[in-house]
């Protein structure tokens, strides 16, 4: 059975690239467009990782992360982002890799492939 990710991202261009490449991939993919969405569709589909863009308007990242458990997040990100920033993003047990946009599609999918198998 095939791994499912979420894709949360408020730019449509941005889920069609990822949820292509994921799928390519082998991936089920399920998208959100906010991070409020995103834990809609988490508590609905379970997904077994979710690559969420880090900055969407709405409810910061920061206050949804802690109401996500048991799956692993990964930051997609195309801000460019301080090495303390990115450790305290990295805070949370289940944030498990920060994602610079623009990625390499391979990159994406390796990346992926490691914390999802």
């Known amino acids: 059975m095939a ?8 730019e449509p261009d941005n889920i069609t690239t990822v949820k292509a490449v994921m799928k390519k991939g082998g991936y089920d993919v399920v998208t959100a467009t906010s991070d409020d969405e995103a834990l809609k569709v988490w508590k609905k589909e379970k997904p077994d990782l979710i690559l969420m863009d880090i900055m969407m308007p709405g409810t910061p990242v920061k206050e949804i992360i802690p109401k996500i458990t048991n799956t692993k997040i990964a930051y997609l990100s195309v801000v460019r982002t ?36």
């Not at 791994?3 to 408020?10: C, E, G």
């Open 3 to 10: 791994k499912k990710i979420l894709v949360v991202d408020d």
């Open 82 to 117: 301080s090495e303390a920033e990115k450790e305290d993003l990295m805070k949370s047990k289940n944030i498990v890799d920060f994602i610079q946009k623009p990625f390499d599609i391979n990159e994406l999918l390796s990346k992926v492939k490691k914390i999802v198998g």
